[in-house]
């Protein structure tokens, strides 16, 4: 079925340290994976994505990796920044049909100075 | 850069009274949707418009809902009779071809009285 899970759910690191975020899905033939980042409020924003032909990707601090065999992919954010503090969701497109993105549970993660 | 646009920001609405939210998607962009978040939930798609026709909707999106794109620019969201559990906040987002980079937004908090 359409299911994407996302853990942990809540993450608290301290300023500095290296946050990661985890998700699976369920479609092996799934091709596209990106990550949205959501303040308080407001809207959830593209900070990083990756397709299925691709392992990893990297974005100055941001990273995700891609593991088709085991169907997880991971967020992973170096040097964290109170500014970095926000609900992360993952999101996958399923293979019969690309048109939606189905959005992993969250992870609110909190970095205290 | 360009972003998409929705309006209103806030609709309180009765129980039973039909509610249009309104949306402009980014100017060069093919495909439109829609999406919603229950408070402190993960965001859920609802249907997807490509080429002046629904490609795709989820069972949320039932008679209750219709989508149209009026003109060249506006892309809404009907709900003909609200209940209780329509209250949540609503994403548009759009995107240039199948399967790319989604944008979202600033979404329309419905509230269902």
């Known amino acids: 079925g359409e299911n994407v899970e996302q853990h942990p759910s809540t993450l608290s690191v301290q300023e500095g340290d290296s946050a990661v975020i985890k998700c699976t899905y369920s479609?092996?033939?799934?091709?596209?994976f990106p990550w949205y980042k959501q303040e308080l409020g407001k809207r959830p924003q593209l900070i990083i994505d990756?397709?299925?032909?691709?392992g990893e990707k990297k974005d100055q601090r941001i990273a995700v990796t891609l593991n088709k065999t085991a169907k997880h992919f991971s967020l992973h954010i170096t040097e964290t920044q109170p500014e970095d503090s926000a609900v992360y969701f993952c999101a996958a497109t399923l293979s019969y049909n690309t048109d939606k993105l189905i959005f992993g549970t969250g992870t609110r993660l909190q970095v205290f100075p | 850069e360009p972003e998409v646009t929705q309006t209103p920001s806030h609709q309180v609405t009765q129980m039973g009274q039909e509610v249009i939210l309104r949306c402009v998607p980014i100017?060069?962009?093919?495909?439109f949707y829609w999406y919603r978040q229950i408070l402190g939930q993960k965001v859920e798609f609802l249907v997807s418009f490509y080429n002046n026709e629904i490609s795709e909707k989820s069972e949320i999106f039932d008679d209750q809902f219709s989508v149209e794109r009026p003109d060249g620019s506006n892309f809404t969201l009907k709900i003909r009779s609200t209940k209780l559990e329509d209250s949540a906040m609503y994403f548009c987002?759009?995107?240039?071809?199948?399967?790319?980079?989604?944008?979202f937004g600033s979404g329309t908090q419905l509230s269902v009285l």
């Open positions: 100017s060069n962009h093919l495909y």
């Open positions: 990756i397709r299925s032909n691709v």
């Open positions: 479609d092996s033939a799934s091709n596209y």
């Open positions: 987002a759009s995107s240039r071809p199948q399967n790319e980079k989604l944008f």
